[in-house]
């Protein structure tokens, strides 16, 4: 009977150490395709004009200041996070088919530090696209009130989003069967946004749809980052984002590790 000897928990330097040393491995894989960036930014910008030139001014949000725009915005910026984070679960899938991750697992490297480098990179790969899509934004009349601080708590709450949204797009990664499964979890992610509040509010929904909009974690998001984004008060819609996202974060670090335990014993 053989046992299998438990790996040793590596120290927290060689952590960071081994995920910087990744990290820039795939920040390079990026930036030789530059397309990718553009083409995550091409589909929210595409949904942003639609809604703002075609359809929003059929839509009543209820508020007597501001543009559509200022209210469609957060739900869009949701959108182009989903759709980033397919490329995630696509650049680990091809890491895997390739044998790359079987060889990183031979070498003295941090288990962690494999994953933890596609999710750097992705977060801030990601971060990119949305701030593509705010120019455009302000371009077809996005005019904030937010000041600094709440700036800053708008980057937050995109940025914890995007850490648990790539965990999941980990999680796709190492258990698709092919490059279009890997890609395709993301599509409920991008139509999540069109039953909550991002381009309506919610009270014009039927009883059913209303309740469930309500009480899933896009339309938190969305009511935080538009009230922070009008300078209005946001203790309490981004205290219950955050505590969605951190939620999305755990449970998806938890499935992703213990995947690729499986995966790689």
Known sequence: ?????????APLATVVADTAALTGRSRTHVLRSPDTVITTALMPVAILLLFTYVLGGAIDTGSRTGSYVDYLLPGILVIT???????????LFLDLQGGLLERFRSMPIARSAVLWAHVLT???????????????AFVVGFRPRAGVLGW?????????????LTWLAV???????????????????????????????TGSMPGPVRWFAEHQPVTACVDALRALLAGQDAAGST??????????????????????????P
Do not use: D, H, Q
């Open 239 to 264: 205290a219950a984002a955050l505590a969605w996202c951190a939620g999305l974060l755990v449970v998806a670090a938890t499935l992703a590790a213990l995947t690729f335990r499986r995966r790689f």
């Open 122 to 136: 992705s977060v801030v790969a990601n971060l990119v696209p949305v701030a593509l899509v705010v120019g455009v």
């Open 152 to 164: 800053l708590a708008v980057v937050g709450v995109l940025v914890l989003l995007a850490l648990a």
């Open 1 to 9: 009977m053989t046992t299998t000897t438990p790996t040793p928990t």
């Open 81 to 91: 996070l989903a759709t980033g984070v397919s490329y995630t679960a696509y650049r």
């Open 171 to 201: 999680v796709a990664g190492l258990t698709a069967s092919s490059v279009e499964g890997a890609s395709a979890f993301s599509y409920p992610l991008i139509l999540l946004p069109f039953v909550s509040s991002a381009f309506a509010p």
